[in-house]
């Protein structure tokens, strides 16, 4: 059976204590901890409060995001592709250290709006020298993202997916279906057929109109989008990710914790 997780981002502003409580209060399995989170994040990453809050929510299966933004590994400025690649290597070593089972990444992309070259190629490779040289030897799976269409874009194909998890066997694979879904949705099934077997995490929600990493409750393309991960026999974890900044008005507390319970009712009545 699948982890149902929900991210922490979609408690922007929360303190660490109530965003852990009410994914579990609402009944989730699961939550994906970025480290950008603001509570943690511009308080210098109390790494103790954490970990107590782990502590005090045992039926949470944990994994981790790395921070992106202001971001790019692959950035023209050597100062930011350097610091982008040593943030990665923070997020993977606290993940072990706070017994994460997976930590994704996003692979960055060139800084302008051309198709990346030589160079960005280049910086990429150093980036994935920084992680690999970090994870070599821990438990923690450390999983690449696929990013949207977009013209200076990384990885944004099964096949780019692929042939990344072909040359380096110690990376995994976090499919945002959001991203996926900006192609088509057969480029979810494609994902699904080429990367499958390094599958560790899913970033679920759809995308319509332009807009991404919507909910899925209510429409017959979640229905689909959910069947579709069930009938590929995933059992990994399943992380909603879902935007507030998408909704006409800033959501209270309690508008959260009910969207939540119509996903997860959503996900069970599509997938048990």
């Avoid at 699948?2 to 399995?29: C, Q, R, T, W």
């Avoid at 995308?207 to 989008?225: A, I, N, Q, R």
Wanted: negative net charge; charged residues 25%.
């Amino acid at each position: 059976m699948a982890h149902f997780a929900v991210s922490s981002m979609f408690f922007h502003g929360y303190p660490l204590e109530e965003i852990f409580s009410n994914i579990e209060k609402v009944g989730f399995d699961g939550i994906e901890f970025w480290l950008e989170t603001p509570h943690f994040w511009i308080r210098n990453c109390p790494v103790k409060e954490l970990l107590s809050c782990i502590r005090k929510n045992p039926g949470l299966a944990l994994t981790m995001h790395a921070p992106v933004l202001d971001l790019n590994p692959c950035s023209i400025n050597p100062r930011v592709a350097e610091i982008s690649g040593d943030y990665a290597a923070q997020s993977i070593n606290l993940a072990e250290q706070v017994g994460a089972e997976v930590v994704t990444l996003h692979p960055g992309r060139r800084t302008v709006k051309r198709i990346p070259g030589r160079q960005e190629y280049e910086r990429f490779g150093r980036y994935l020298d920084v992680i690999r040289s970090t994870a070599k030897g821990m438990r923690v799976k450390v999983s690449m993202e696929n990013m949207e269409p977009a013209v200076n874009a990384f990885l944004c194909t099964p096949e780019s997916i692929q042939e990344l998890l072909d040359t380096e066997p110690w990376l995994y694979f976090t499919l945002d279906t959001a991203h996926a879904l900006m192609s088509s949705f057969d480029e979810v099934y494609r994902y699904l057929d080429l990367c499958g077997e390094r599958l560790v995490n899913i970033h679920l929600s759809r995308s319509e109109k332009g807009m991404m990493h919507l909910p899925l409750h209510g429409t017959e393309g979640g229905k689909v989008l959910v069947q579709a991960l069930k009938e590929h026999g995933y059992t990994g974890h399943i992380t909603l990710e879902i935007e507030d900044r998408n909704f006409s008005h800033d959501l209270s507390l309690e508008e959260r914790l009910t969207l939540l319970m119509k996903e997860l009712r959503f996900l069970h009545e599509n997938w048990d």
